[in-house]
């Protein structure tokens, strides 16, 4: 099989892809938005053209804003990020963003979140987080429950929880690039997605395993003796084409609600775009891999 | 066989009924889908009630006040279905709060919803029409009835509880208003203009007392003296002094999506529905041919018991909920993609097409089990997790992998069994094939 073959080169890959994802987050950083620090978040429209953004920076200045950040986007409009804003601030909006009413504006979104339900959210998804790896844990350790041989069923384990590290650090090393590039922040949304890839990625890589064990078992069954590296070979070429037409339909309709679906919900598709993409690889061109490798460990350990 | 052929009619009379059923109630309007704030347009404010002062014990009955209060003033702001409920929410997070929260469809005017719902308690006097009978005193018909007066409630200096008795008659509890300097001339004024006629005091637009004017009223002072328990008159003065709500509250987070900007995200929502089903079927057929049809037949059904559901349960969509629908399209077939596989797999090892069939469904089984499970315990820890925006991704999330693991399974079974292919020609083989040489 081509791919276990040629695992050295598919080891460099992941590690590559790993390396950027890390070193992306450490440069860029994740931007924390509005649903974990608190703060408003306002989508001015200008159908009639929108002012310079320095004319927009004096208005917003000369109302007391501070630590703001303004943004272009679309073609008409402006995102403004800020504090808290006072009773008359929110008053006077339309007119604080159209200077001299020279731009007629409309509101299309205005979303406070108080420093409270900021934390209290940070902490859910904390929580949460902690409790779908958990819970995903148990699920691995149930699946290969199992005794077999010649890997024992913890090293599978710890493999399938490799390759979900690895799931969720590329797109999290996305993001983190995304945010310098474009200004996306972390979201509520985002942690749903993150958690989501979890609990679709982890089978896959269950399955390519289940199906090494099966075939294991039938070399037992028949005393046949084959290399480990060409059973997981054949499980990988049998699963490959499973694996990777699951994951299509998903990403199919994934870039169409990317290119087409509604604005709120891009950054959301995008990154379980790359989470699921990055799933399937981990999937066919680590796991089984790595399980290869970690085999040959032993055999020349026990040598 | 016709066994299998009858029921694979019935799935599809079943499903083309209940997806006329969808189709008929959107054309007429008569069960639109509960669309969310960020998709039809409107304000969401969530507020935190200081209970520092306030036992445990009253907790609930404190919150339910509140949030009787609050929806009065909310009616009278002419919302159309206003939702207004008491949330409890953070017990892990170490913190524990009761909150309020508020959803104003239609109203994009955050300061002016903000104001409605912070305000003290709006205490008005009105006359009544000349010529109007008195008995009428619901809100509806306020305004019909009865016309401003002159004097306003901010001509209120203070309010209190007293007791007032005729001769030989209990005592009776009566909220007394004081009026300001100014106050006490208009008053003044009024009642000795208006003898003999009706009126009104209202508290947030409901009549408390309607008394008949009978003499002139020149010291500043009005008796609201309506059938009062000591206890109810109490809270009125108080209320009328400080606000009226039961419970101190604080805004802490808000939201305002205009009608425009929802609109545009629901017919987004739907155009890429549409083109994700059509690109998952296109792919279908072409991948897996003739059960690749029988898969889209099952997607169809999927999305069409879905939608009913939304109806059914009701679902209040919003835009992270299409987005889990969507997704959930995406991964229905995902069940279809692995018996599909297998069963090829069963057809290659020389089985015949009714073997392969239920080989494949049989072996596929476990692993579409599996995969479900994984994406459930997703769903669920989100939806407990949730803000209602999390909360509506996980809900369709959650309920996209139950039916679709019904559809999926069930009814491609069904169909793939009802077709009875028994064959194993070249012709066959070709239908079931992929488009993989091997």
């Known amino acids: ?303 | 066989m016709w066994q299998k052929r009858a029921l694979a009619l019935v799935i599809l009379v079943v499903g083309t009924g209940i997806g006329w059923y969808v189709y008929s109630s959107q054309v007429d309007a008569s069960r639109p889908f509960k669309l969310g704030l960020d998709l039809s347009g409107g304000t969401q404010l969530v507020y935190r009630a200081k209970l520092d002062a306030i036992k445990g014990s009253d907790v609930a009955d404190s919150m339910a006040s509140l949030r009787d209060t609050i929806e009065r003033r909310v009616n009278l702001f002419g919302v159309s279905e206003p939702i207004v409920q008491t949330e409890h929410a953070g017990t892990l997070a170490g913190t524990s709060e009761e909150r309020l929260l508020v959803e104003l469809p239609g109203v994009t005017d955050t300061q002016k919803a903000i104001e409605l719902i912070g305000q003290t308690p709006v205490l008005e006097f009105r006359m009544l029409k000349e010529g109007a009978e008195t008995t009428a005193t619901a809100s509806s018909t306020v305004n019909e009835l009865f016309e401003p007066a002159a004097i306003t409630g901010k001509d209120l200096k203070s309010a209190e509880l007293q007791f007032q008795g005729g001769a030989g008659q209990l005592n009776e509890p009566v909220v007394v208003l004081h009026f300001n300097a100014e106050g006490a001339r208009i008053f003044a004024e009024l009642t000795k203009n208006n003898v003999g006629r009706t009126f009104g005091m209202f508290l947030d637009g409901v009549a408390i007392s309607t008394p008949v004017i009978r003499e002139a009223i020149p010291d500043g002072t009005a008796v609201i003296s309506g059938s009062f328990t000591p206890v109810e008159a109490k809270e009125l003065a108080r209320n009328l002094n400080y606000g009226a709500l039961p419970v101190p509250i604080e805004l802490v987070s808000t939201q305002t999506v205009s009608g425009t900007l929802g609109e545009k995200a629901v017919q987004d929502g739907i155009l890429a529905a549409l083109w994700g089903v059509g690109a998952v079927i296109l792919f279908m057929l072409l991948w897996y041919r003739l059960p690749g049809l029988l898969a889209a037949v099952a997607l169809t059904l999927y999305i069409v018991a879905m939608l009913a559901l939304f109806q059914l349960i009701p679902v209040t969509l919003t835009a992270a909920g299409i987005a889990a629908f969507i997704l959930s399209i995406g991964m229905a077939v995902d069940a279809n993609v692995l018996i599909f596989e297998r069963m090829k797999e069963e057809l290659r090892g020389g089985k015949s097409a009714a073997d392969a069939i239920h080989d494949g469904f049989a072996r596929a089984w476990p692993s579409i089990r599996d995969s479900n499970i994984s994406s459930m315990i997703t769903a669920v820890i989100l939806f407990w997790f949730g803000t209602s925006l999390i909360k509506g991704f996980a809900l369709v999330f959650g309920l996209g992998v139950l039916v679709s693991m019904l559809t999926a399974i069930s009814v491609s079974r069904t169909f793939l069994l009802a077709l009875d292919m028994q064959a194993k020609g070249g012709f066959t083989r070709f239908l079931f094939g992929s488009g993989t040489s091997n």
């Open chain 1, 1 to 303: 099989m081509f791919i276990v073959k040629h695992r050295n080169v598919f080891f460099a890959i992941s590690a590559l892809a790993t390396l950027a994802a890390v070193v992306s987050i450490a440069v860029f950083g994740l931007k924390l938005g509005l649903d974990f620090t608190g703060g408003t978040l306002i989508q001015a429209t200008y159908a009639g053209g929108r002012p310079a953004p320095e004319t927009l920076t004096q208005s917003l200045d000369a109302a007391g804003f501070k630590g703001y950040s303004l943004r272009e986007a679309n073609t008409e409009d402006y995102i403004l990020r800020a504090g808290n804003l006072a009773p008359e601030v929110r008053e006077n909006l339309p007119s604080i963003l159209s200077p001299e009413g020279s731009n007629p504006v409309a509101i299309g979104q205005l979303t406070e979140v108080g420093p409270t339900i900021g934390l209290e959210l940070r902490n859910k998804a904390l929580i949460a987080l902690g409790l779908v790896l958990l819970c995903i844990l148990f699920f691995i350790a149930f699946a290969f429950r199992k005794v077999s041989q010649p890997v024992s069923s913890w090293q599978y384990g710890l493999i399938a929880l490799l390759t979900l590290c690895f799931d969720v650090i590329v797109p999290v090393g996305f993001f983190a690039f995304l945010g310098y590039a474009v200004g996306v922040q972390v979201d509520a949304l985002f942690v749903t997605a993150v958690l989501t890839i979890l609990g679709y990625s982890v089978h896959d890589t269950i399955v390519v395993f289940d199906r090494t064990r099966e075939n294991l078992r039938i070399n037992h069954d028949r005393n046949r003796k084959e290399p480990f590296e060409e059973v997981a070979g054949r499980a990988l070429s049998q699963t490959v084409v499973r694996s990777t037409n699951t994951s299509l339909t998903t990403a199919l309709v994934l870039m169409v609600l990317f290119v087409l679906g509604p604005e709120s919900t891009k950054y959301f598709a995008l990154t379980l775009l790359v989470g699921i993409i990055t799933g399937t690889y981990s999937s066919i061109f680590l796991a089984t891999p790595l399980l290869v490798t970690v085999e040959q460990w032993r055999r020349q350990k026990g040598k």
